[in-house]
């Protein structure tokens, strides 16, 4: 195991405070707030500390309210809204000086065996035939609005080993492409077999390149280049099947409308086998600015 991803783990231990309440440290991303994919993981971590093991997380629905202080602690209150014969569900409300920053709403499940269907695959190269972040990110420098960008992006970036299968944003600036985007991702290391565990980790980098879709419709690069503005809003996801998150996933994104200084993506994230694990959908604030 990295050293990266040792701290990410370190990141996703919350303090436990009292009953239903936890403490999460945060840290700077790329940009001068908290990582919304950080603030997502470690609420799901919160609920998933008062489920019974038996119960693995089916689907989560948050919003992100206000920005977080990388700065400041964070506190995780959780309520304990439903335990079922076979569901259960709790909110979890993030709090920083005083403020609700991030609300969550997760649902847990025992297994069951029922219908079965899927839809296929699609095609994508092999991760190993693909440019890590080291080796891609350099070429861009010049097109990023500070030098310091590349360092905060691989440093944001590397627990997880995340290659693009075709070029970013950030890399074809003015030129409009069909909005979709791939790429492979799994963490930098080996981790215990813990499912709340991986499923934490998805929910970590689902943050991380799920608008990218919304920017190759309109030639945009985003802040890297300094040509948008944003944030996200909400997001859901839904976890379908048994997955590793140190294991190759297919991250297929798409998105399918943007609007009202609002962008939508969608994505179902597939293991190496072809198994579809995850559906996300998110919608975020695209501006551009004046």
Known sequence: MSQALQSLLDLLDLERIEEDIYRGQSRFAVVPRVFGGQVAAQALVAAGRTVPADRFAHSLHAY??????????????????????????????????????????????????????QVDMPDAPDPETLPTAAEMLPRYADAFVEPSVVRRLLEAREAVDLRYVDAPPFATVGERREPRSQVWFRTDGKLADDPLLHVCLATYVSDMTL???????????????????GASLDHAMWFHRPFRADEWLLYDQQSPSASGGRGLGQARIHTRDGRLAITVIQEGVVRIPR
């Open 64 to 117: 992100f309210l206000r920005a977080g202080d990388a700065g400041a602690p964070i506190v995780y209150t959780v309520d304990r809204i439903r335990d079922g014969r076979s569901f259960t569900t709790r909110r979890v409300v993030a709090v920083q000086h005083g403020q609700p920053i991030f609300h969550l709403s997760a649902s847990f499940q025992t297994y069951e065996e029922g219908m079965e269907h």
């Open 211 to 229: 608008l990218d879709s919304v920017l190759l419709a309109h030639g945009r690069g985003g802040w890297a280049v300094g040509d948008v503005v």
